[in-house]
């Protein structure tokens, strides 16, 4: 049966110790489901899928992973460019006893997703970007390097844990529960004197801007050979500036021209973190992609 509750494990993989959740397989009994596996996005946790996972574990075995340098993993110093962070994935799917996946990345995550695809694709069956994984801003008619860095510059998180959820509580206002404010906390660390810190490293984040930027997702496009959904956020009418909402669709069109495979779905009325907002929806567009591919 598919759990309600995800076990919570850790495995040794070949550079680091990585924490999972694990919902277990499928409660329909159907072994013929290949799993599923989540990365979620930068600066977040495993947990960003805990509302959406319990509309998918009854079809799905599935699992959802910390990466490096997140949640409880190991938060090593190096190691933060495309290819040791898909090797990380690899390592765990050998220690998970998995030859062959269905894969799904929110934001980062969905760059993290791209690259095991592209570089292992004898891995991954299917791929789903959840808002992620098209991001191009060198497509941008404005891109710098320096601009880059400022708009994906590390989020600022007050040292004071309440200060921190009322910011969030405002921010996520339509959708914000008990729940969610269990998830959020996830994804800051909390340090012997009561004060908070982003859970990843400013000295990390800036690795990660470095392989963005110079590797971004469309020198890997060419390379994914498995069916590819990108799920992409339609903003709520107006919230968000039209000058992005412009650009978002320019990189979503390019990289579904450029994916030999693929298909685009617009979340209506959702944000960046779909699995908040609009939780069931993005668990029923994932279900439909995997089960008609």
Not at 20 to 37: A, V
Not at 122 to 135: E, K, P, T, W
Not at 150 to 167: I, T
Not at 181 to 191: D, Q
């Amino acid at each position: 049966m598919g759990a309600t509750v995800p076990q919570e494990n850790w495995m040794q993989t070949r550079e680091i110790r990585m924490h999972y959740l694990d919902w277990g397989p499928p409660s329909d009994g159907n072994e013929s489901n290949l799993p599923l596996l989540a990365l979620h996005g930068l600066a977040s946790s495993c947990h960003w899928y805990d509302l959406v996972i319990p509309h998918l574990r009854d079809s799905y075995r599935c699992v959802a992973l910390d990466q490096r340098g997140h949640g409880k993993t190991d938060q090593p110093s190096t190691g933060y460019d495309w290819n040791t962070l898909a090797g990380d994935i690899v390592s765990a799917l050998d220690m998970l006893g998995l030859e062959k996946v269905n894969l799904c990345g929110h934001s980062w995550g969905g760059h993290v997703a791209l690259s095991v695809a592209a570089k292992h694709p004898d891995r991954i069956a299917a791929l789903a970007l959840i808002d992620g994984g098209f991001q191009d801003w060198s497509m941008r008619p404005d891109a710098t390097w320096e601009s880059f860095k400022n708009r994906l510059r590390p989020r600022n998180v007050p040292p004071v844990k309440q200060d921190f959820l009322d910011g969030l509580k405002e921010q996520l206002s339509d959708c914000w529960s008990d729940e969610l404010e269990r998830i959020v906390l996830t994804m800051v660390r909390e340090l012997p004197d009561g004060s908070i810190r982003d859970i990843l490293e400013p000295s990390n984040h800036a690795q990660v801007m470095e392989a963005m930027w110079h590797n971004p997702p469309s020198t890997m496009f060419g390379l994914v050979q498995c069916p590819t959904i990108i799920i992409a956020a339609e903003r709520r009418p107006g919230t968000g500036s039209p000058e992005l909402a412009q650009s978002r669709r320019m990189m979503v069109d390019a990289a579904e021209a450029a994916l030999e495979d693929s298909r685009v779905v617009w979340i209506k009325d959702s944000s960046h973190d779909i699995g908040y907002h609009t939780p069931v929806e993005l668990a029923q567009t994932l279900d439909s992609f995997l089960a008609g591919r």
